[in-house]
């Protein structure tokens, strides 16, 4: 028998430990939870991307009465940058949330496993790490590379 681990390592800050540029990209995250459609659960996540060139694409949880065909944040949002800009890698994508009682969470969440496997995707696509800052009033969490959201993970190599 062999045992493996996986070392994954999560780094929290303080808001203002940030560089000017992601304190950018968590303010769009935050302000995007306010063009959040949330009807069913009343849980509004925002989403914001920076690009390899610097852009910021924002988006949100978009819910549906047919609860499936609602998305995540961080789906519409990197398939927003993804569709409008196929060749550009994201580099940093900001994820931040507001409860039902309107605001933005203690704890940072944790994207749910389609969003990783998207991010996984995106990650792989471009040959880049995705880094993912979670937001949250008692500190972001920084994570290096989508990778790291998901081990033992299925991508297209073990189709070849
Ligand atoms: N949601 C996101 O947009 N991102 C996450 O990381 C977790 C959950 C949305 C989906 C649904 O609209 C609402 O939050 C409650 O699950």
Same mark, same amino acid.
């Given at each position: 028998?062999?045992e ?12 203002d /430990? ?9 303010d ?11 009807p ?8 914001a ?5 610097? @852009?910021?694409?924002s %988006? ?12 995540? &944040? ?16 994201v /580099?940093?994508? &900001?994820?931040a949330?507001?409860?039902?009682? %309107? ?13 990783? @496997? ?18 949250? @009033? ?5 994570? @290096? ?10 991508d ?5």
């Amino acid at each position: 028998m062999k045992e493996l681990n996986v070392n994954i390592q999560f780094h929290l800050h303080a808001y203002d /430990e940030l560089s000017s540029l992601d304190r950018e990209l968590i303010d769009t995250a935050r302000q995007a939870t306010y063009r959040s459609y949330a009807p069913y659960s009343h849980f509004s996540v925002g989403a914001a991307a920076r690009l390899m060139n610097g @852009q910021i694409i924002s %988006g949100s949880n978009q819910e549906n009465a047919a609860y499936p065909s609602g998305l995540c &944040a961080e789906r519409t949002t990197l398939f927003y940058a993804n569709a409008n800009h196929p060749d550009t890698a994201v /580099e940093t994508l &900001a994820i931040a949330a507001r409860n039902e009682r %309107g605001e933005f969470v203690d704890d940072s969440i944790a994207p749910c496993g389609a969003c990783r @496997q998207v991010m996984l995707e995106t990650e792989r696509r471009y040959g880049h790490p995705l880094r993912i800052l979670l937001d949250g @009033q008692k500190g972001i969490c920084e994570v @290096q590379k989508a990778t790291d959201l998901l081990p033992l993970s299925f991508d297209a190599s073990a189709m070849e």
